[in-house]
Antibody
Framework: EVQLLESGGGLVQPGESLRLSCAAS????????MTWVRQAPGKGLEWVSV????????YYADSVKGRFTISRDNSKNMLYLQMNSLRAEDTALYYC????????????WGQGTLVTVSS | DIQMTQSPSTLSASVGERVTITCRAS??????LAWYKQKPGKAPSLLIY???SLESGVPSRFSGSGSGTEFTLTISSLQPDDFATYYC??????????FGQGTKVEVK
């Protein structure tokens, strides 16, 4: 059974940094692309970033490009999201998810970790 | 960037009713479209991919259709567990993934 467990969320001030983690189990982690998706309180889903299985390619939404960095450690089955220069509009529940093979939809999701950016 | 627009934003229906949600893409995405279901306080779950392929374990009352720019999600007979918010998503291979704004299916 695929399991994804996010951690690292919390309350930070505007301009600060935070690193989110996602622990994966139940599948061969290194062979799947992974993603972060966020959901602001009471709002819809917003795709944030994708990283391929071997970390050769990364993709970002325009709203986070240049501020967020996605990475992974396949030896530890871990996915990360480094978030710098945080803004109030980055406040959201952040989900990690696993992609189906190829440039594909997201077939398994974690339960999310909440990031609040406020002074 | 490809924009995804769902309609309606809210849909009121009763158990047993047939429900249809529409999703339109701002440009052709072939059949690179997925549908997700999300219940309050829960993570989304994948229902349908490639416009009409049912994800494993998803009840057969859910179906998807369409290609190009117009797509539909149909629930043939609404069940109590189906009251939720539904999102479409395009994954056209241009290295972006875009969600629609969501359609909330509520009790009539």
């Amino acid at each position: 059974e695929v399991q994804l467990l996010e951690s690292g969320g919390g309350l930070v001030q505007p301009g600060e940094s935070l690193r989110l983690s996602c622990a994966a189990s139940g599948f061969t982690f290194s062979t799947y692309s992974m993603t972060w998706v966020r959901q602001a309180p009471g709002k819809g889903l917003e795709w944030v970033s994708v990283i391929t299985g071997g970390s050769k390619k990364t993709y970002y939404a325009d709203s986070v490009k240049g501020r967020f960095t996605i990475s992974r450690d396949n030896s530890k089955n871990m996915l990360y999201l480094q978030m710098n220069s945080l803004r109030a509009e980055d406040t959201a529940l952040y989900y990690c998810a696993k992609l189906m093979p190829g440039d594909s939809p997201f077939d398994s999701w974690g339960q999310g970790t909440l990031v609040t950016v406020s002074s | 960037d490809i924009q995804m627009t769902q309609s309606p934003s809210t849909l009121s229906a009763s158990v047993g009713e047939r429900v249809t949600i529409t999703c339109r893409a701002s440009q052709s995405i072939s059949t690179w479209l997925a549908w997700y279901k999300q219940k309050p306080g829960k993570a989304p779950s994948l229902l349908i991919y490639k416009a009409s392929s049912l994800e494993s374990g998803v009840p057969s009352r859910f179906s998807g259709s369409g290609s190009g720019t117009e797509f539909t999600l149909t629930i043939s007979s609404l069940q109590p567990d189906d009251f939720a918010t539904y999102y479409c998503q395009q994954y056209n291979g241009y290295s972006t993934w875009t969600f629609g704004q969501g359609t909330k299916v509520e009790v009539k």
